[in-house]
């Protein structure tokens, strides 16, 4: 689309005689001119408008002093910019008049004997310089009005090129000189046309692309490699992705230097947009190009951005070869948070090498490392099946004083699920690593875990007894979950109860919930609404509802009161019901269960009616 920027005016201020003279001699906001279609180039000789210009003049001038106060302030560090930078190319090109890059109050009188032949040299010279939209106009300007030289293709040129600018161009004014110079019969050269490409790099139009680009097939003009970057960066910030990419690699097949800053241009554009992938084939081939040409090498700084999109993503062949070209010989040091998503993302893939150096980097900067970080480790070691090490680690999470749970073993937990052989393994390996470590109940409860789940309550029972010769600290609170949630006898769980107890641990909600459907299917199953009880009592002050048993214990407990015809299910019930702990299948299967023990037929009941609890009361406490 073209551009949105008011140098239409800035192009007709230049072109109408005696604006420029006044306007362009201090600094103003060129985004508050109004908008006027720019003078022709060919009037310029004549000296019939210049009567007109001076009464917009006035107009012009006199909008100015609206001009914000905070865009004065902006506008003038811009210009100050702008002028260090004419200093210096002055500095560069001493033969270019000095004239061109100072004020204008005696512009005319400083040029009168410059030869009109070093004026023009001087326009091609500043047509390859930054944002030296004003000296071009005023030279146009000046040779046209004052040295009475008619439109011709060089000034055509340097006034198109002259729209490259970011903050006075236009891809609109570019077209409208274009349109111009044709309707006057005078020849577009390649270089205007290359002029053109340039502009829509600058400021996209896609109209204006396909304009030019059919011109130039139709002239047989072929674009030159700077002419075909302009195309693929207009491509770039038309959003045309995939067609700039493959313009790309056209580029590449020609035997030529592709300037590195583009294929800079693709990491930054590409890495931001997710295309990681082309991203990384695109880095690739820069640093072949880097080794082999020994061009600039890709910025820290470009580096640095690459390791933070590709571990922001996960992308993990990305986060390798940057890590290794990067972070590996020292050149840069990402942040924790970018280190952090390296770490995990080694651990998805098994990558263990960049797993290690993740942790070697925090531990460098002495980061205290925290659960999340071993837990990667071990995660990343079980994907290659390594158990000696996983269980290492959670030794050294116990050491450094963090103390983990049943979430950290859950990689090692799947691999001891999947093979019943390696329990013994890795009972084995723990007995190996008591000599060197203090031994943490997690490790002993992922090996219990997985024998309770290959061979029952029992066998893991007895294995229970012997977690004293492994664990010198004993058992927790998780050890007696895992098996309370497997044990159905009165005695086994007096022992457990006894054992919390003597190792002075307090029955967690979740262990009392076990307790209370042990207790349910007892024949003496008062102990049940005692341990329902101590759940009520450990509700926290500060919680909004008194804490309640699950489904399946709540369940349990109401089976055992409706085959005892117990008066307490009402009530429980009710709480039941009031919390929505039950679905219309429980409920009809506490119905079949109070039918079986009460003698009374089966009731089917429909939805409405079991949301009624006097129904199902009525059928299964009545004989």
Known sequence: MPGGRIVVDGLWRCLCPSIDIASLSKPFDLRHIPRSRPANLCALSSKAPQRQCRRRYGQVTAQFRHVAKSDEASDEAAEKARV??????AKRNPWIPGAAFQDLDSFNTKLDKVPTRTIYATLKELQDAEETYLPVARLVEYLVKERNERPNTALYESLIKANISTQYGSAKVAAQLLKEAQSHNIATTPEIYQGLL?????????VLRAQVLHDMKNRWYNPTPRAEVSIIISLLRDGQYELALWKLEELNRIPINVPSWLFDVFLYTFGELGFHEETLAILKHRQRVVDVVKRAPLSLNAWQFLLDVFSRDAFQPGIKFVWDHSVTPGHIHPPDGVVLNVLNTASMHGDTTIAMNAVQELSARKTTLSMHHYEALIHVHMQHKDLRKALTILCIMFKAGLSPDLSSTRPIFQMLRDSPTSMDKALGILHELKLQYTIPAAAFNVILESTIAHGGFKIAFDLYRTIRQVC?????????????????????????????????LKPSRLILD????????????????????????????????TWWVSKNSALALLRKCVQTR??????IFEECRRRRLFHDDDIKSLMSVGAQFASV????PSCSDLSEPGLLVSATLSA
């Open 472 to 504: 010198i600290n004993g058992p927790d609170l998780e050890t007696f979950d895992i098996l309370l949630q497997y044990c159905t006898q009165r005695k086994s769980m007096n022992f457990l109860v006894a054992e919390m107890e003597a190792f002075c």
């Open 198 to 206: 340039e502009v829509t790099a600058v400021h996209p139009d896609y």
């Open 514 to 545: 076990h307790l209370v459907r042990i207790c349910s299917i007892q024949d003496d199953y008062e102990m049940a609404f005692r341990y329902l009880e101590m759940i009520r009592a450990r509700t926290p002050p500060n919680s909004p509802e």
């Open 566 to 571: 117990d008066q307490r299910f009402e009530n």
């Open 601 to 604: 037929p089966q009731i089917h």
């Open 84 to 89: 260090t930078y004419l200093k210096r190319l």
